[in-house]
T-cell receptor
Framework: AQKVTQAQTEISVVEKEDVTLDCVYE???????LFWYKQPPSGELVFLIR??????QNEISGRYSWNFQKSTSSFNFTITASQVVDSAVYFC?????????????FGKGITLSVRP | NAGVTQTPKFRVLKTGQSMTLLCAQD?????MYWYRQDPGMGLRLIHY???????AKGEVPDGYNVSRLKKQNFLLGLESAAPSQTSVYFC????????????FGQGTRLTVV
């Protein structure tokens, strides 16, 4: 069975601080996919990034960066120089490869509050 | 582009009433999902479908039924609503290749009184 753990429930930082959101996953598959979604106060779910299990390269997109480490089953998300607009709930998700049991499992989410 | 559309966006039900939530996608996706979101619980999978005519139970299926008679539509039914089903419901779809992200609807806020 697949599982995603986001141990941090709420994080509060002051604007311009860096913050890392942790994600640990469990799966028996060798091929799987990891995702991060953002849910701003308006409620919609916004896709941020996808990573497959064969690609351990870190990725940077502007102030956002992701660190994927298979050895520790982690896919952490760092926001550099946080801004008030980053305040949201962030979800990490896991999907096994395509197939009849291709569920998409989410963690419980991390509520990030960025104070001015 | 419509993407994934959920109907309705808001609804208040009395305990024991029934209703159906409709999810429609225009991207020809094979996989469709229904989640519920409750405070502190994240997104929990209710039911999902890997293709027209097929459905499967997720993590919290009790009290819900689903149908996927057409590829583009995934219906979530509550036969006898209970206050514990007060939640925000999200529908999502994605292609059969698991590597692709899911596309979400705007959500349905359901209150059962």
């Amino acid at each position: 069975a697949q599982k995603v753990t986001q141990a941090q429930t709420e994080i509060s930082v002051v604007e311009k601080e860096d913050v890392t959101l942790d994600c640990v996953y469990e799966t028996r598959d060798t091929t799987y996919y990891l995702f991060w979604y953002k849910q701003p106060p308006s409620g919609e779910l916004v896709f941020l990034i996808r990573r497959n299990s064969f690609d351990e390269q870190n990725e940077i997109s502007g102030r956002y960066s992701w660190n994927f480490q298979k050895s520790t089953s982690s896919f952490n998300f760092t926001i550099t120089a946080s801004q008030v607009v980053d305040s949201a709930v962030y979800f990490c998700a896991l999907s096994e490869a395509n197939g009849a049991n291709s569920k998409l499992t989410f963690g419980k989410g991390i509520t990030l509050s960025v104070r001015p | 582009n419509a993407g994934v559309t959920q109907t309705p966006k808001f609804r208040v039900l009395k305990t024991g009433q029934s209703m159906t939530l409709l999810c429609a996608q225009d991207m020809n996706h094979e996989y469709m999902y229904w989640y519920r979101q409750d405070p502190g619980m994240g997104l929990r999978l209710i039911h999902y479908s890997v293709g027209e005519g097929t459905t499967a139970k997720g993590e919290v299926p009790d009290g819900y039924n689903v149908s996927r008679l057409k590829k583009q539509n995934f219906l979530l039914g509550l036969e006898s609503a209970a206050p514990s089903q007060t939640s925000v419901y999200f529908c999502a779809s994605r292609p059969w290749t698991g590597r692709t992200e899911a596309f979400f609807g705007q959500g349905t806020r359901l209150t059962v009184v």
